[in-house]
Every structure is written in C-alpha cells, then in structure tokens.
C-alpha cells in the first residue's frame, strides 16, 4: 500500500506552487505593461531632444563661413552619451555631430520619423525645406536594460514569499489539525479493548461526522460484544442445569436399581452424561474464546485471578501445586478476567490430568506477564506436540478428554495477541511438559 500523504505537505507544496505561479504571471504582465511605457516615454524623450537640437543647429551651420565643413560639438565636460546625433545635409554630407556619435549606427539617408536598428532606435526631423536633417540615437541596450531590472525587482520576492509561504502554511495547517491530533492520540493511548465513545474537542466541520460516526460504530460492537458474552454465558448455565439434574436422577436410579444388567445400564448412562457435560463445558469455552469480547476496556492484575484459580483448583487436585509470583504490585494486561481464567484451568488441569501424580506442578508468572504451568511425566514425541492445540487433537494420555482445553487455550492467547509454546522435555528438566504464555503487559 501506498505510504498515507500528509495533509501539511501536500497543502504546504500545492499553496507555495500555486502563489509562485501566479507571481511569475502577474510578472509577466507587469513587465510587458512597463516595457510598452518605458518605450513610449524614451520615444518621447528622443523626440523631444532632436527637435529641441535641431533649430540651434540650423543657426549655428547657417552663421558659418563655410556652412559644408564638418563641425565636432565639444563635450563641455567628459561623459558618455546615452544620446548622440548627426546633422547631415539633404545629400548626405555630414555638418555636425555630437562629440561620441558614431557615423555607422546612423541610417544611409535619414528617414523622417522614427526608425529602428538592430542596436538602435533613431529619430529623424528636418528643417529648411529638408535640406538639413537631424538624426538622434539612442542604444537599444539602454532600453532593454531599465526593462531587466523592473523584472528583476518584480521578481526578488518571490525568493522570500517561497520559504514563507511554505512554513506559513505549514503553521497554519498544524494549527488547524491541532483537534485532529489530539484526536488521534486520544485514540492511540486508549487499550486495545476500551469501546467507550472517544471525547474529542471542538474537530473541524469536516473530520467531525467521521468521530461521530467511529463513535456511533464502537457503541454497536459493544452492544454485539455484551449481547455475545451474555448469550454464551446464558447458554452455558441453560444447559449446565439440565444435565445436573439428569445427572442426579441416573445416579439416583442406580443407587435403587437391583444389582444386574439394569444397574450396568445405569451406569454407562452416568458416564455418557458426564462426558456430555464436560463437553458442552468444553465447547462453551470455544466459543468464548472464539467471540469477541476477549480484551478487557482496562487493564487487569492477573496476580490475583492466578492466585484465585489455582486456590480453587487445588482443592480437587491430587498433586501438589506450587504458585510462583514476582515480587510486584500487579502484573496488568488487557485481558477480559474470564478468558484468563479459562486458559489457565485448562492448562492447570492438563497438567493434574496428564502430568505424573508423583511430583508437584509448578505454576509462576513473571514480573514481564509470562505465565508458566509445568509438570513431570512422559516426553511427549516432538510431531506430536507441534498437533496438540489442534481441535479434537489428543496425545496418548490415559485421561478422560475430548481434546479441546489446548485449543481453547490457543484460541484466546491469539484473540489477545499473547504467544502460547510448548515444550517437552520442560525445558531443564529430563522429561515433562511445559506451556509458557506470554502476555503483552499493559
Ligand atoms: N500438561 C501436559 N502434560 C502432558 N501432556 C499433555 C499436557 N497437556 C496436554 N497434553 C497432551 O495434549 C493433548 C491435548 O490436550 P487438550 O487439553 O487439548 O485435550 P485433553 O486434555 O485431552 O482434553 P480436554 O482438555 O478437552 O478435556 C492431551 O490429550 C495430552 O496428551
Ligand atoms: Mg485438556
């Protein structure tokens, strides 16, 4: 899948692009606006400075003595002409002209008007009855230059509006989604079992049908969950009351049955129903474990639900049951109590059915929520216990079973994200069996 884009850089790149753009136009514009006034005032200037020239001119070649002699006008003082001009008679022959004026970027014959070279732009008028002409120049390179630099310092600030147009962005888009990363975190730090509805402050119009919406979502699956665990607890009670009490009334018939087939009879039933018990037991477990309600909304201690099971199953044990606790307050992990509960009887009572009677089983959890139970007995063959949290799936054991307390068990470690192994030999140990389960701590 494709990494999510971020909403600061997209709006930050896309804005910065944007405003860029429009500047460079708007600088196009102007420059071509400011270019044709530029034109226009130094045609104007040019203009005026050859018919200001032109009458003093003509004065001064009509008082000389030879009015045909070629006449340099002296610079009062060094400088460079930006304008410079020529007075030439109507055949050509040059009478005056300004101290820098260059003969070659003048036209052949002066053409009243205005006239355009490739490096100049010229003027020309004329006076007694076109017999004296003026011609005035001015570079070209002048004009271009005065157009550059209003570009230029039409374009300088772009190279500030970029860097700030990016950060201002990228403040204000922070700013803005400063509610939606709250929200997020609100959503972040909760546990993974917490349904309640997420309090988020003040979200922007947009993102707040979708917090209405989640809330709206964890509210149904709540009530799926509850209606779920509530059911499967029901069942399990309906359908425990019915067997006790066929139970008792088997084990009554053959308490007064005569001895004989009816007695035998009777006694098979018993043990049919017992099974048929432990069973529909075993199964209502499955299917807790396989529901959805295995994580709990807060963090539960597990030292005192270890020290509740194992106290009520060493009351029916045979074999001793040694407890090993961390020297902690609590070991918290989100895991609905009952689930816990289920996944530890079936592991405490594999150990007491399937483990050897002769020594005691060792049941200790660690400050780091990893849960140990193990027993002495018989190496279970390696291919073996890689199948044994399979459904219906038992090893050789003599015990009564039907092969589904490790499935169970499995079930509801992956429904709370813990890792559930096996080992035989238990690990140090010559033979035996070990089941470790760890638990992410909350
Ligand atoms: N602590 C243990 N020590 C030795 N073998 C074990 C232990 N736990 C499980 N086993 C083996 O794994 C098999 C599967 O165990 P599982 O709990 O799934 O079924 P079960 O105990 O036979 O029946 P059920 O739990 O449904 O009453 C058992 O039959 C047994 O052979
Ligand atoms: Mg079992």
């Known amino acids: 899948m494709k990494p999510a884009a971020s909403l600061q850089k997209r709006l930050g790149l896309g804005l910065t692009l944007g405003i860029s753009v429009l500047w460079l136009i708007a600088t196009a514009i102007a420059g071509v606006v400011v270019q044709h006034e530029l034109n226009e005032a130094f045609d104007s200037a040019l203009e005026e400075t050859a018919q200001r020239i032109l009458p003093l001119a003509v004065l001064e070649i009509v008082n000389r003595e030879e009015p045909r002699a070629l006449q340099h006008i002296a610079s009062l003082q060094a400088h460079n002409e930006y304008l410079t001009y020529l007075v030439r008679d109507n055949h050509g022959n040059t009478l005056l002209q300004s101290h820098d004026a260059d003969p070659a970027i003048f036209n052949a014959q002066p053409l009243e008007g205005f006239t355009t070279s490739a490096t100049h732009r010229l003027y020309a008028a004329s006076a007694l009855r076109e017999t004296v002409f003026i011609e005035v120049a001015e570079p070209l390179a002048h004009r271009r230059e005065a157009a550059w630099e209003t570009s230029l310092a039409l374009l300088l600030p772009l190279l500030l509006l970029i860097p700030l147009s990016l950060l201002g962005t990228w403040l204000w888009v922070r700013l803005s989604l400063r509610t939606v990363l709250a929200y997020r975190r609100a959503i972040e730090t909760r546990g993974a079992g917490d349904l309640s509805p997420i309090k988020a402050a ?52 053959r308490r007064e049955a005569p001895d004989g087939p009816l007695q035998e009879r009777a006694a098979q039933i018993e043990t049919s129903l017992r099974e048929l018990a432990r069973l529909s037991e075993k199964l209502m477990q499955l299917a807790k474990a396989e529901g959805g309600g295995l994580l709990s909304e807060t963090p539960q201690d597990l030292l005192p639900l270890l020290v509740h099971v194992v106290d009520d199953l060493r009351r029916t044990a045979d074999v001793p049951l040694h407890l090993q606790l961390p020297r902690m307050e609590a070991v918290l992990v989100t895991i609905d109590p009952d689930a816990f509960a289920i996944l530890l009887r079936n592991l405490i009572e594999n150990a007491m ?90």
């Open 353 to 442: 059915k399937h483990g050897a009677s002769s020594q005691a089983i060792e049941v200790s959890l660690s400050s780091t929520a990893l849960l140990r139970v193990v027993n002495a007995g018989p190496v279970v063959p390696p291919a073996l216990l890689a199948q044994l949290s399979g459904r219906f799936v038992r090893g050789n054991s003599q015990a009564e079973g039907s092969g589904l307390g490790l499935a169970i068990a499995k079930t509801i470690a992956q429904g709370v994200g813990a890792s559930l192994l096996f080992a035989s030999p238990a690990p140090g140990k010559p033979d035996g069996f070990a089941v470790s389960v760890q638990f992410l701590p909350a």
């Open 202 to 253: 003040q979200l922007p119009a947009e993102i707040n049908p979708l917090a209405d919406a989640v809330n709206h979502l964890m509210e149904r699956l709540r009530r799926a969950l509850d209606a779920e665990r509530s059911f499967t607890a029901n069942s399990a009670h309906e359908l425990r009351t019915p067997l006790a009490s066929t139970l008792a009334q088997v084990q009554r018939l």
